[in-house]
């Protein structure tokens, strides 16, 4: 009885006192595909409106389009199909106004939106052509005009490049193709950047560029930077002053954001990663990793094969990059979402050379007391069926008190063990519990740590 009130007077505090470290860790990488649809680029999002986002992958050998349903705290099923075309990028917003999501792709020709059927199923709906010459790249969406209806943004290649954008009359059904600017986009990001309650464009092509949305059809382009030729481009608050800058890559050479002025002019750039050879920055990512309220950077390095993150340790000013993992072949895509529902933004991406889909589970590391130097602790493998091991990686010994508890906060198992510096290694056998998700509590004299885990 007394080491129940133990364990249950750890779990209060833990909740009613806990702070978050200023180093975050991701230990456990999830596999998301188990079947054909290889990892280009992947979006996670809630596709079948059970309050946990799914994942929605474009696959590039064989190129197609599918998605896979997130069962349980990031436990993912079966792989859904929705279009077998050629496709080059994905988008995902709901077109037709019945609350739930759809999907938008491009090929080398035209645009297309496939509408939700609500049992995991996508039916093809309006193909969206022009009547230019030449392939539309990206295709994205935001309501342009301001009549409730999500909108089609486009990007196309030479010989005619530009951006686009088709009004939705309604239902999804789409109105003629207009607007025309020259450049190669590599990446657009709508948002109201001026904050006049309308929505703009931000776009990666020749230097940095944002296009004013004015009465909710004609673009005025401005320039942000018209330094080298950018990949990346994620808008957001970085220096937490109320208004929107903007996050990029520079060919490689630089990571870094501008500085919004509050009137949508950016006199400063400041440096986030300098690099003497190309590490290839394949995606940018901005959320706030650690809970701390204020928007971390992540980033796919290709070259360097490393995903990582940089922490905004205050109002823009950020430390050196941390890894998150060095395990993926050439990464692409990232994007972050809470994908076990823990309250913290987990990392998903994709890995290009080996087709992999993968989540990388946000490990907070809670403690009572902020100054205390916690060890990295591993639980693996995640989930698990029989045995759960766990591996202490410390210069110092302890002897350590283990709970596993159940999402009811019942103590299900519980033993006692020293773990010697270096070579701390438990395993814990867990075959007798009942599939589903626990949380497992490491108790030293130095030291509390929470983990979570799924039992399959």
Known sequence: MKTYIYYALIIVLILCFSKVLSSQN??????????????????????????????????????????????????????????????????????????????????????????????????????????????????????????????????????????????????????????????????????DLDEDGDIDVVAAEYGFTWFENIDGSIYNKNIISDEGYPYCVYPADIDNDGDIDVVGSNDDVWIGWFENDGNTQFPLMHTILQVDSTYGTRSIFVCDLDNDDDQDVICSFWDWNILGWFENEENGIFGELQIISEDLIHPGTVFCSDIDNDGDQDVLSTSYDDGKVVWFENDMVIGIDNNMNFPPFKVYPNPANKLLHLKLNSKRSFRVQIAVIDMTGKIIIQQEQGMTNGEGHLLINIESLHNGVYQILINSDEFNISKKFVKL
């Not at 996670?44 to 309050?51: F, G, Q, R, Y």
């Not at 792709?105 to 022009?130: A, C, I, P, R």
Request: aromatic share 14%; net charge negative; glycine share 10%.
């Open 26 to 191: 991701f230990w456990v990488m999830h596999l998301v595909n188990g079947g054909t649809c290889n990892g280009s680029s992947a979006i996670a999002i809630d596709l079948d409106n059970d309050n946990d986002d799914d994942v929605l992958v474009l696959s590039y050998i064989p190129t197609h389009v599918c998605w896979y349903e997130n069962i349980n705290e990031g436990v993912f099923g079966d792989e859904y199909i929705i279009s077998n075309q050629n496709v080059r990028s994905i988008y995902a917003i709901d077109i037709d106004n019945d609350n739930y999501t759809d999907v938008l792709t491009n090929d080398w020709h035209s645009l297309f939106w496939y509408k939700n059927m609500q049992d995991g199923t996508f039916e093809l709906g309006q193909e969206v052509q022009s009547s230019y010459q030449h392939s539309p790249r990206f295709v994205t969406s935001a309501d342009i005009n301001g009549d409730g209806d999500a909108d089609l943004i486009s990007s196309w290649d030479p010989p005619n490049p530009g951006l686009n954008w088709e009004p939705n009359l309604g239902n999804g059904v789409f109105g003629t193709i207009g607007g025309m600017w020259s450049g190669e986009f590599n990446a657009l990001y709508p948002t």
